[in-house]
């Protein structure tokens, strides 16, 4: 599976939009693009995912470039709640298995 | 959506013992669920793939006799850490497949004295 780079750490308002940038600039062309985010001491929770077109679902918006090398996160209006660490991941749809990278820890202030 | 379920939530058991992790999809059967182990500040590391009625599949340098994995119905799966050990304190999360997407426990942790 391809690998992907994050930030490490990115802070955001309370009530501003949180752009989380992901590379995979070797993804192939049958990886799908998956984000997850982790509370702190809980499981992983399911965000959004794509293959090439822009997603949208309640909670997040997903953005893949043309060439599918580079995508952003877009959680609308971050709450306290949404802190997290956030992971990129790609990986063809039918093997299952996620592999975890560092992720990015998003901190949304007040 | 799919919910998953651990059990215990946390655990502490003495140096030797062995201590067994349950793994259960609630409402959605999982013929495969994975298990993963993340220390202390770091990401979830993929351990095996569990497979129900056949042998689990063991990442590289996990090993197989000291992480006994079972899938003996579709809806759990169960880790045995045997002869625990301090560096095995860790917590310990298990995800089930529903179709193409992955859905997660809310994890164990496990504390190793």
């Known amino acids: 599976d391809a690998k992907t780079t994050q930030p490490t750490s990115m802070d955001c308002a309370e009530g501003r939009a949180a752009n989380l940038p992901c590379n995979h600039s070797?993804?192939?062309?049958?990886?799908?693009v998956y984000w997850y985010r982790q509370i702190h001491s809980q499981g992983p929770q399911y965000i959004i995912h794509?293959?090439?077109n822009n997603e949208t679902n309640e909670m997040a918006s997903l953005i893949i470039t043309e060439d599918r090398k580079s995508s952003t996160l877009i959680l609308p209006h971050a709450t306290l709640r949404d802190t997290a660490v956030y992971y990129c991941i790609v990986r063809v749809s039918n093997t299952g298995k996620l592999i975890f990278g560092q992720g990015t820890t998003l901190q949304v202030k007040p | 959506g799919a919910v998953v379920s651990q059990h215990p939530s946390r655990v502490i058991c003495k140096s030797g013992t062995s201590v067994k992790i349950e793994c259960r999809s609630l409402?959605?059967?999982?013929?495969?669920m994975f298990w993963y182990r993340q220390f202390p500040k770091q990401s979830l590391m993929l351990m095996a793939t569990s497979n129900e009625g056949s042998k689990a599949t063991y990442e590289q340098g996990v090993e197989k006799d000291k992480f006994l994995i079972n899938h003996a119905s579709l809806t759990l799966s169960t880790l045995t850490v045997t002869s625990a050990h301090p560096e095995d304190s860790s917590f310990y999360i298990c995800s089930a497949l529903q179709g193409n997407e992955q859905y997660f426990g809310p994890g164990t942790r496990l504390t190793v004295t």
């Open positions: 070797t993804i192939s062309g049958n990886e799908y």
């Open positions: 409402d959605f059967q999982a013929t495969t």
């Open positions: 794509g293959l090439k």
